[in-house]
């Protein structure tokens, strides 16, 4: 199964992607956190996550990049934080500049490795299309980059939920077939 969770900045979208993660029946639940610590509200936030986590019994993968060369145990269960900076991440590398197309095809084409790999992933992506700035020309790329991955993405989701307030909404839904 893939779920897509999606909403604002401190919407609430990491804690509901925790709690989902957590009702798999899976014992083997990985949390995939992709964010490096640039400055001390970053460094914050992350504690803030780990706090969260302490007693969830998540295996916890730090990997900035790359995320197709991760092994996981059989039947995983993941939790990617986030698309956002996962995208930021290929995008803005240690030599320079993806350009859109490579950075969609790197991070698309790992996340296809991960779906092959594990029974359930969810992936936490930050709504960062709707505030009406006009950036430079680099922002603006890595915005299109995210835009169309978090839409290739949801196009094969089972589930799609944007987090408003606090609460889900739930845009696509997967189904049991009853047979």
């Known amino acids: 199964m893939i779920i897509l969770v999606s909403g604002a900045s401190r919407s ?3 804690l509901y992607a925790e709690n989902r993660l957590s009702e798999f029946t899976s014992s083997n639940k990985v949390y ?3 964010s490096k610590i640039y400055d001390e509200e970053m460094m914050r936030r992350i504690q803030l996550h780990r706090q969260r986590r302490e007693n969830k019994k ?3 993968l730090e990997k900035y990049s790359d995320l197709a060369e991760l092994n996981f ?4 269960s993941v939790l990617i934080e986030s698309l956002t900076v996962w995208t930021a ?3 803005f590398i240690d030599d320079g500049v993806r350009n859109f197309e490579e950075v969609c095809e790197k991070v698309y084409s790992d996340f296809l490795v991960l779906k092959s790999k594990c029974e359930n992933i969810i992936l936490v992506s930050d ?3 709707s505030d009406g700035i006009i950036y ?3 922002t603006e790329e890595y915005i299109r980059a995210l835009a169309k991955l978090t839409c290739k993405i949801a196009a094969v989701a089972d589930e799609v939920i944007e ?10 839904i997967y189904a049991f077939t009853v047979k």
Do not use: C, Q, R, W
């Open 12 to 14: 609430g979208k990491s």
């Open 32 to 34: 995939i956190a992709v």
């Open 58 to 60: 998540f295996i916890t």
């Open 73 to 76: 145990p059989e039947k995983a």
């Open 89 to 91: 991440n290929e995008m």
């Open 127 to 129: 709504d960062v299309f």
């Open 136 to 138: 430079d020309t680099l």
């Open 163 to 172: 987090i408003s307030a606090g609460l889900p909404v739930h845009y696509k």
